[in-house]
């Protein structure tokens, strides 16, 4: 079983829709969550971390459910520049080691 | 924001040839610097963890006389991809943790692309 588990997509969905990510991960030591954005052929780059109470960020709200070990991301009135994958990042246990799920991509049309 | 460079960002070289990748944190100091490898359509996979003054520590599958990491200072870490092979294409990225931060997220590098042909 993968460390972090995520649903590869691809999402297509069109402009103003709403979008759900959902990942899960093995270890329930983690402490620390994060949804990553990463382009084609860029480097991730941190979208938001992910809180106990759950946190929102503008257009994008952040879930975690540590009983089920579960995380997710949802994406309000999709806009063409959201297109990207979308990593679910977990920290392994108790050291600062980063398991990225291996993405769901994202596809924004007109 | 913290900033971390790495260099090159594009390499292509023949079989057999060793490449070193620079990873720099500019505007803070980095105690551990984390070393990462991406294939097409792959998650990052974390190669090895470096901390400053100190051995690498390796992930499992990993070869250390392969993937030679040398981190002399607060700001610098490198990667030398010794005699490489075409299977050692891909994307190499470094990522930093500034040194006053526990479970804060890490800052990445913009990534190199390595080539072997």
């Known amino acids: 079983r993968k460390e972090v588990e995520q649903d590869p997509g691809p999402f297509n969905v069109p402009e103003g829709a709403t979008v759900a990510f959902n990942c899960t991960y093995s270890?329930?030591?983690?402490?620390?969550f994060f949804w990553y954005r990463q382009d084609c052929r860029k480097e991730p780059k941190l979208l938001m971390s992910?809180?106990?109470s759950g946190n929102e960020d503008g257009r994008f709200t952040a879930q975690l459910n540590r009983a089920s070990q579960y995380i997710s991301l949802l994406i309000r009135d999709s806009k063409l520049s959201d297109s990207a994958t979308y990593l679910c990042?977990?920290?392994?246990?108790?050291?600062?080691?980063?398991?990225f799920g291996a993405g769901t991509r994202l596809a924004v049309h007109p | 924001g913290a900033v971390v460079s790495q260099h090159p960002s594009w390499v292509i070289c023949k079989s057999g040839t060793s490449v070193k990748i620079e990873c720099r944190s500019l505007?803070?100091?980095?105690?551990?610097m984390f070393w990462y490898r991406q294939f097409p359509k792959q998650s990052l996979m974390l190669m090895a963890t470096?901390?400053?003054?100190?051995?690498?520590?390796?992930e499992q599958g990993v070869e250390k006389d392969k993937f030679l990491i040398n981190h002399a200072s607060l700001t610098l870490s490198t990667l030398t991809v010794t005699s490489a092979h075409p299977e050692d294409s891909s994307f190499y990225i470094c990522?930093?943790?500034?040194?006053?931060?526990?479970?804060?997220?890490?800052?990445f590098g913009d990534g190199t692309r390595l080539s072997i042909l």
């Open positions: 270890n329930s030591a983690s402490q620390s």
């Open positions: 990522s930093a943790d500034r040194a006053s931060e526990d479970n804060q997220p890490q800052h």
């Open positions: 470096s901390n400053e003054g100190s051995k690498a520590t390796y």
């Open positions: 992910v809180y106990s």
């Open positions: 505007d803070f100091q980095a105690t551990t």
């Open positions: 990042v977990v920290n392994k246990g108790g050291y600062n080691k980063l398991i």
